[in-house]
């Protein structure tokens, strides 16, 4: 069975770092794209950012120049480097690749 598991979360105060992960089981990983999503609380499910297999990348506007997706597949494992982070970036953050979801890592940016 597919599992997409997410790790890295925490707090962090404006302008900190994050690096989220997420580690894929139960799919061939190098030939599916992956993507990062988040949700805020009250809020709809948004796309972050996502790397097709063949490593384009793409992101949401409101990210674009601060977070970066990259890719192990070696390690079957996707990343999300967050740097900059704003209080407006606190959010659950999911994996995901088709209609495969992780469970979320929670990130709060705040002082």
């Known amino acids: 069975q597919v599992q997409l598991v997410e790790s890295g979360g925490g707090l962090v105060q404006p302008g900190g770092s994050l690096r989220l992960s997420c580690t894929a089981s139960?799919?061939?990983?190098?030939?599916?794209?992956m993507g990062w999503y988040r949700q805020a609380p009250g809020k709809l499910r948004e796309s972050v950012a996502i790397?097709?297999?063949?490593?384009?990348?793409t992101y949401a506007d409101s990210v674009k120049g601060r977070f970066t997706i990259s890719r192990d597949n070696a390690k079957n494992t996707v990343y999300l480097q967050m740097n900059s982070l704003k209080p407006e970036d606190t959010a659950v953050y999911y994996c995901?690749?088709?209609?495969?979801w992780g469970k979320g890592t929670l990130v709060t940016v705040s002082s």
């Open positions: 790397i097709t297999s063949g490593d384009r990348t």
């Open positions: 995901n690749t088709w209609h495969y």
């Open positions: 139960g799919i061939i990983f190098s030939v599916n794209d």
